[in-house]
């Protein structure tokens, strides 16, 4: 290390004085590394104190070389708590990310200023271990003041310019201070309180410039705007909001108001989809607030910028080391990779406290002279008068293990211009912390169009990396530091991915898996007990698209009746109302049982019979509105029948994302949710012996739950073969009187028909009355056309594979004429036979034969027996995204999944499905790697349903599942983990791990009543 030369330091003199030595605070004892070949670019860096340097970097030097250049041009140790920002293409304020090329974010460098600023505030500006670091935040200071960020009362903005002002000039001189005054704006409004500065600028005679700044940050820092970088957000009515962090958490304001401040401790998880900001709060019995807010920033780019400086403050106050970096996700790689990496606020105090290097005296004057001002050099006596630093964060508690603004200082001297050498090591803060959050002006948020907000500048342009600078060639000083940020490839994570906590979105090594299975419980009731909240958690979020999204885009409407919009908000606002609370109870006691609350009485809490038991007395009070339900599905029918402007409002409701299934089926969820009320008893009492103290509650329950099914049990198999034909017609084109009187759905499926032209496949429609057959339609809404109809009464079968040579083919003689139809396989053919057969028994049975055909219009009557048929590969079905991501009609109905699975369902299959729904945790295994992925997947209606988290509004992708097997993956696939079960069809292929053999067993159950054949009897089925 090149010593500099042994003259004392000219009093006065400024930072980034033309004389300065060159000599870093950083490490010793590293040589800078070479830059990377390639040609050198000059970029402009804007100061503190508004002056501009030109540093010269490599093309290919990442964004840390720059960082670094700046800090060793500056002599500064503590450079982690400021930043680079610029402003990007899109006009937004952006950091510098230290990881990536410099050249790849700044498109235009000969047109961009990058300024130096404050990044990280800490709460005590005596947490600053460096009074150069406390001069730099009083500049901070200063221009937030100047450029009305920092809000504050008249009193205490004219005391903190008054300060400002000694710093500058000295003591007061009524005629200097009148002009100083003048020509210096400190304010927005200064003029208004100019006499006010000049008398609070009269009582600091004989104050230094050091202690200025001193006192400046302390006044600033009891600020409630203090630090704060507001960004513009909406609560969920619409209200206007700004949102910021500090190192305390996450704050809310209304105007320049704290409304609300939501501490680290209490935040599960931060993350952000499109334009909404969710903070997801830890469960707590005395909490008021929603388990999940949700803010709506202007963009998905705001949305992530606030994300990204949340991720940052919390690394940065909160932990004692850097993040170890973690694996990245293959499946969903949309979104950022991003995390804080980079030396935490401890890790830089340790450093500054124990490392050896040689400070430089650092001496703070006036910074604007003038003439006729005489200052004293400074003296010891301003150390006397400067409280020592604060005890280190390892010595403090976690509240106050953030640092704050500085206290006063001298300018160090700073490194000249050295030829454009750069280095890559000691970089005082990660890339990815500066990346593109955080400190970003708010005024840039909201108008990018408004001048550059960092006015105050610093130092003058030298050539300096990672805060090396070089004297005659040879390194000052210099510092290693590691950034785990991104994974080694760096491909980027998951955007709902956050770093910050505990919860879902990233990958879980194995040992860490394991330890967290590991520490819950591991009876089985406790598996039965979180299936309840699991379901209870997807049960509640689809009551959310009745009470919330269908009101809000629909109801609202003024096409919507009045009286049927007080009959669904009447009858379905109640029983969502009432399942909060029965959630928020089931929560809580789980999080007793795992341990995760401060009720450690394993014996009261290892329970869940009285949680049920009490809400099942609950629903008895709600019959009434479960009674209602039907009334509403029919009552909705009937109006979109008469108005053809709410029957197009409800049919783009269910084009929504939100409304990931039909829209009737989410009006009939709370009868449906009756049954795994009762299914989750009876295992429940099943589970438990007579003895136990959880068995009588579980008991009382089941009987209690049973009765209200019984009640409710006519109405419900009505409504879902109400609901079945309402469904159907609007796969159906033309058909006009499917939904009538005494017509039941029985099977739907592919079978394939013989004609002139051979076998054709064809959509078969089986209800109690009549035969439908189609094929699928050229229509944009991809329905499917008639072709024929045979009426069931009268009808004959006849097994004909001898007679035409065809394998599992079979012969349907009506009293018009006749078909012949193949079956994919003899299952497939053994079903077909039995329903169609039940079906004929039952319109001769009835009183009533039935002998009409379905009517259509004369256009759709056009269509030829070989008509037209639009192909759709089973690619786009059978892909996890494809369902979700498609314009126009749904193309993941049952209907078109059975029409490329070559497959069928019955009632009775829909049904069971309806009895068999299930949601949870599953890991998911990539595809090329042993990684595995946490995702929050439901299944019902024959598919599972992907979510990041279960507070998602609505699916990322889905699998339909018809036609696929479930198995367990055998030796030669080395899936050496437990619990591991394998969905297979054709060439996909998904391996899917549970957490339990409890839940491994429920979901091979759920999947398998999706995949293996079932009775036609709808016996014992409620």
């Keep these: ?62 964004g840390k070389v720059l960082f670094d250049l700046v800090c060793v041009h500056l002599n500064l140790t503590e450079g982690d708590y400021f930043g680079l920002e610029y402003q990007d293409h899109r006009k937004m304020t952006v950091w510098l990310d230290l990881l990536k090329p410099t050249l790849k974010q700044i498109r235009r460098p000969r047109n961009t200023i990058l300024r130096f600023v404050v990044k990280f505030f800490p709460p005590d500006h005596t947490q600053l271990m460096e009074e150069l670091t ?38 007061f001189d009524e005629t200097q201070s009148w002009q100083h005054l003048l020509h210096n704006k400190y304010l927005p409004d200064q003029d208004a309180i100019r006499d006010k500065i000049t008398d609070c600028h009269r009582k600091l005679v004989g104050q230094t410039p050091a202690e200025s700044d001193y006192q400046l940050l302390e006044i600033a820092r009891r600020l409630e705007m203090y630090g704060v970088r507001l960004h513009p957000a909406k ?229 300096i990396v990672n805060g090396n600078s070089l004297v005659n060639g040879q390194k000052a000083g210099g510092g290693a530091v590691l950034f785990p940020g991104h994974s080694p490839d760096r491909q980027p994570l998951s955007p709902l991915t956050s770093p910050l906590l505990t919860e879902a979105g990233y990958v879980r090594n194995e040992d860490e898996e394991e330890a967290r299975r590991k ?66 109870e089931t929560e809580q006691r789980l999080a007793q049982w795992e341990g995760r609350s401060n009720a450690h009485i394993k014996g009261d809490y290892q329970r869940i019979g009285d949680v049920l038991l009490k809400n ?84 009382a329950a089941l009987a209690d739950i049973s009765e209200i099914v019984l009640q409710l049990q006519g109405a419900m198999m009505k409504m879902d073969n109400f609901q079945k034909l309402l469904e159907l017609r609007k796969d159906l084109s033309g058909i006009e009187n499917l939904v009538s009187p005494g017509r039941e759905f029985i099977r739907l499926g592919c079978l394939s028909k013989l004609s002139g032209k051979g076998l054709q496949q064809r959509m078969f429609f089986l209800f109690s009355d009549i035969l439908v057959y189609t094929s699928r339609g050229m229509t944009p809404s991809n329905q499917f056309k008639v072709h024929g109809q045979l009426p069931l009464y009268g009808m004959t079968i006849r097994e004909s594979e001898e007679e035409w040579g065809v394998p599992h083919s079979f012969t349907l003689f009506g009293q018009r004429h006749s078909v012949v139809v193949a079956a994919s396989c003899a299952a497939e053919m053994e079903r077909w036979v039995e329903d169609i057969r039940m079906a004929i028994d039952l319109a001769e049975q009835s009183s009533c034969p039935i002998t009409d055909t379905l009517s259509s219009s004369p256009l759709d009557n056009k269509l030829t027996e070989d008509g037209g048929v639009e192909h759709e590969s089973e690619e786009e079905l059978a892909g996890s995204r494809s369902s979700l991501e498609r314009q126009g009609h749904r193309g993941n109905t049952t209907v078109h999944v059975c029409w490329h699975r070559n497959t069928s369902v019955s009632m009775v299959d829909f049904s069971v499905a309806v009895e068999n729904q299930l949601s949870g945790n599953l890991l998911r295994k990539f595809k090329n790697s042993n990684g595995w992925q946490k995702l929050w997947v439901v299944f019902t209606n024959f598919s599972l349903f992907f979510y990041k988290s279960h507070q998602d509004d609505y699916p990322l992708a889905s699998l339909p599942l018809l036609g696929y097997s479930v198995t367990v993956p055998s030796e030669s696939e080395n899936i050496h983990k437990d619990y591991v079960f394998k969905l297979h069809f054709k060439s996909h292929c998904y391996y899917f791990r549970s957490e339990s053999e409890y839940t491994f067993e429920r979901w091979m159950e759920v999947i398998r009543s999706t995949t293996c054949s079932l009775p036609s009897s709808k016996k014992d089925l409620y």
């Excluded at 901070?140 to 009193?155: E, F, S």
């Excluded at 809000?552 to 009045?562: G, L, S």
């Design 235 to 463: 609560d969920r009515e619409g209200t206007k909001l700004s949102l910021a962090v500090a190192h305390t958490g996450v704050l809310v304001f209304q105007g320049y108001t704290k409304i609300n401040a939501f501490n680290w401790s209490k935040i599960r998880k931060l993350s952000f989809k499109r334009k909404r900001f969710l903070i997801k709060l830890r469960t707590d019995p005395t909490n008021a607030h929603h388990d999940t807010l949700e803010f709506a920033m202007a963009s998905r780019d705001c949305c992530k910028i606030f994300w990204k400086i949340c991720v940052e403050y919390h690394a940065f106050f909160r932990l004692f080391e850097e993040p170890k970096p973690k694996p990245k996700p293959i499946l969903f790689t949309r979104g950022s990779s991003f995390r804080f990496s980079g030396r935490t606020q401890k890790q830089v105090i340790d450093y500054v406290k124990d490392s050896e290097y040689k400070k430089i005296p650092f001496e703070r004057k006036h910074s604007k002279v003038l003439s006729n001002s005489s200052v004293s050099p400074q003296s010891s006596s301003f150390r006397s008068q400067v409280p020592k630093e604060s005890a280190t964060l390892a010595e403090q508690p976690d509240s106050a293990r953030t640092a704050d603004i500085g206290a006063a200082l001298e300018p160090h001297s700073v490194s000249p211009p050295i030829n454009g050498y750069l280095d890559t090591l000691a970089a005082p803060e990660s890339a990815q912390n500066r990346r593109s959050i955080g400190s970003t002006p708010d005024q840039h948020l909201l108008n990018p169009e408004s001048p550059d907000l960092e006015d105050i500048a610093l130092g003058r342009t030298h050539v």
């Design 1 to 62: 290390m090149v010593e500099p030369v042994d003259r004392p330091s000219a009093a006065g003199q400024r930072l980034g004085a033309p004389d300065s030595y060159g000599v870093s605070t950083l490490e010793p004892g590293l040589r800078p590394p070479t830059q990377p070949p390639g040609r050198q670019v000059s970029i402009r860096v804007q100061m503190l104190d508004d002056t501009q340097e030109v540093f010269q970097i490599s093309q290919r030097s990442a």
């Design 134 to 171: 406390r001069y730099l935040f009083a500049l901070q200071v200063k221009h937030d003041l100047a450029c009305g960020r920092l809000i504050c009362n008249d009193t205490s903005a004219a005391l903190m310019v008054s300060h400002i002002i000694q710093s500058e000039i000295g003591d």
């Design 519 to 584: 520490k819950f419980p591991t009876d089985k009731a406790y598996f039965i007990a979180k299936e309840l909240l699991t379901t209870e958690r997807t049960y509640l979020n689809d009551l959310q698209v009745i009470t919330e999204a269908f009101q809000t885009t629909v109801v609202n409407d003024e096409a919507f009746p009045d009286p049927l919009k007080k009959l669904i908000s009447s009858n379905y606002d109640p029983v969502y109302k009432f399942h909060q609370e029965f959630l928020k």
């Design 616 to 699: 099942i007395h609950g629903l008895r009070q709600l019959t009434v509105h479960l009674q209602k339900h039907s009334e509403c599905l029919v009552e909705l029918e009937r109006a979109c029948r008469s108005s053809r402007r709410l029957e197009c409002l409800c049919r783009d409701f269910e084009l929504q994302r939100v409304c990931y299934l039909p829209l009737n089926i989410f009006l009939l969820r709370p009868l449906h949710r009756l049954l795994h009320y009762k299914l989750i008893l009876e295992r429940l009492c099943k589970h438990y012996p007579p003895t136990h103290d959880d068995f009588r509650d579980c008991r």
